[in-house]
Nanobody, 121 residues
Framework: VQLQASGGGLVQAGGSLRLSCVAS????????LGWFRQAPGKERVLVATSNSNGDIVRIAESVKGRFTISRDNVKTYYPQMNNLKPEDTAVYYCAVGPPGGSVYSPDYYRWGQGTQVTVSS
């Protein structure tokens, strides 16, 4: 399965963005999904992980209450971020991994190319 992440852009603080992660050559039916981000000069960190049913099983404290994930079929996830803050500025990546999800990036098998989110103050 290949992944395509998109939907990033420039947004003012307090705004919202809906990202997407599309699978090709396969589906998310048997995979958990991880959503990670990497800010400039920092390590890649987990934002949220969901199981193969699309349920979020772990979410970072920094985005709790502001981040949701929806799925309209087994090929597309739509993470939504609300009330964006400048510290949310990063490249966001989706990845597929174990069906129950995982907080550990080495557990993920395939990564999308990332989409840039920039939040201005």
């Amino acid at each position: 399965v290949q992944l395509q992440a998109s939907g990033g852009g420039l947004v003012q603080a307090g705004g919202s963005l809906r990202l997407s992660c599309v699978a090709s050559g396969g589906t998310f039916r048997t995979y958990g999904l991880g959503w990670f981000r990497q800010a400039p000069g920092k390590e890649r960190v987990l934002v949220a992980t969901s199981n193969s049913n699309g349920d979020i099983v772990r979410i970072a404290e920094s985005v709790k209450g502001r981040f949701t994930i929806s799925r309209d079929n087994v090929k597309t996830y739509y993470p939504q971020m609300n009330n964006l803050k400048p510290e949310d500025t990063a490249v966001y990546y989706c990845a597929v991994g174990p069906p129950g999800g995982s907080v550990y990036s080495p557990d993920y098998y395939r990564w999308g190319q990332g989409t840039q989110v920039t939040v201005s103050s």
